[in-house]
T-cell receptor, first 113, second 113 residues
Framework: DGGITQSPKYLFRKEGQNVTLSCEQN?????MYWYRQDPGQGLRLIYY???????QKGDIAEGYSVSREKKESFPLTVTSAQKNPTAFYLC????????????FGQGTRLTVV | GDSVTQMEGPVTLSEEACLTI???????????LFWYVQYPGEGLQLLLK?????DKGSNKGFEATYRKETTSFHLEKGSVQVSDSAVYFC????????????FGKGTKLSVKP
């Protein structure tokens, strides 16, 4: 079945550590996105990529990094520079056509311990 | 820039009540419009969409009509169920943003038996 997979579902990070969240899609979508969601809040765009080997900062990119070496994969690294990383992280993918919808993964809940 | 404004929540209804969640947008050109639903602890799922003026999207008893004259895309359901309890997001995708989605802040719906 085609879809988008995030892993792990739950992740715990110690202060000062970098952690990487995985996002893989087999939908042949060009565009991929990372969003952050805080309790009771909407979605905030962290980074997005419209094509392999290219990505753009979103609204809250500070303290995060990404790579897009393969069409299927768009991992997000939460660095130690991110001061308040505890949140729910959502990955999405879509075609670049404006008429098409985005498909979302099940999310990764990151907690700093 | 493009933006989406949806009514603040939370919204609490009794089972079988009518639901309306208001959504208005600002966009250049002719955006496509979407409603997504998020159940607790999960990613977002597409509920319905409309790609041009006067189109009506519908799914699972939910409907929304793309109104260009009022720049609105209100979500409606005639009789809600407890299982409809979730957070609902209105979103748009315009050609100017290469198909990137812009989300409203979400409206939490709770349906009581």
């Amino acid at each position: 079945d085609g879809g988008i997979t995030q892993s792990p579902k739950y992740l715990f990070r110690k202060e000062g550590q970098n952690v990487t969240l995985s996002c893989e899609q087999n939908l042949n979508h060009d565009a991929m996105y990372w969003y952050r969601q805080d309790p009771g809040q909407g979605l905030r765009l962290i980074y997005y990529s419209q094509i392999v080997n290219d990505f753009q900062k979103g609204d809250i990119a500070e303290g995060y990094s990404v790579s897009r070496e393969k069409k299927e994969s768009f991992p997000l690294t939460v660095t130690s520079a991110q001061k308040n990383p505890t949140a729910f992280y959502l990955c999405a993918s879509k075609n670049r056509d404006r008429n098409t919808e985005a498909f979302f993964g099940q999310g990764t809940r990151l907690t700093v311990v | 820039g493009d933006s989406v404004t949806q009514m603040e929540g939370p919204v609490t209804l009794s089972e079988e009540a009518c639901l309306t969640i208001n959504c208005t947008y600002t966009a250049t050109g002719y955006p496509s419009l979407f409603w997504y639903v998020q159940y607790p602890g999960e990613g977002l799922q597409l509920l319905l969409k409309a790609t041009k003026a006067d189109d009506k999207g519908s799914n699972k008893g939910f409907e929304a009509t793309y109104r260009k004259e009022t720049t609105s895309f209100h979500l409606e359901k005639g009789s809600v169920q407890v299982s409809d309890s979730a957070v609902y997001f209105c979103a748009l995708s315009s050609g100017g943003s290469q198909g990137n989605l812009i989300f409203g802040k979400g409206t939490k719906l709770s349906v009581k038996p």
